[in-house]
């Protein structure tokens, strides 16, 4: 089991910055690779960037993201975070954390960014 914890929510006006974490708890050895997910109302759940941990740490990004989102990791915290810059109003949305294992994968609850002037 893995238990995961995000934070860092919030409302920013646009081209403002956050940082999201994700704290991972449980059987955290057995994480495979880790990720980010959005999902706005009306819309469909989205990758935002996902993190392979058994391949050196490669990154994927969504098109969408690339250049003003940074994920990152601090091992002895067994912390993700998502730095968030030139904040837009599209990227309003529940943010997710994803940990995928060999034994399934685990959500965290979600975090609220909202966008807006």
């Known amino acids: 089991q893995v238990q995961l914890v995000e934070s860092g929510g919030g409302l920013v006006q646009p081209g403002g910055s956050l940082r999201l974490s994700c704290a991972a708890s449980?059987?955290?050895?057995?994480?495979?690779?880790m990720g980010w997910y959005r999902q706005a109302p009306g819309k469909q759940r989205e990758l935002v960037v996902f993190?392979?941990?058994?391949?050196?740490?490669?990154?994927n990004y969504a098109d969408s993201v690339k250049g003003r989102f940074t994920i990152s990791r601090d091992n002895a915290k067994n912390t993700m975070y998502l730095q968030m810059n030139n904040l837009k109003p599209e990227d309003t949305a529940v943010y997710s954390c994803?940990?995928?294992?060999?034994?399934?994968?685990?959500w965290g609850q979600g975090t609220q960014v909202t966008v807006s002037s």
């Open positions: 449980g059987s955290i050895f057995s994480i495979n690779g």
């Open positions: 993190i392979n941990l058994s391949v050196g740490g490669s990154t």
């Open positions: 994803n940990a995928e294992t060999d034994y399934g994968e685990y």
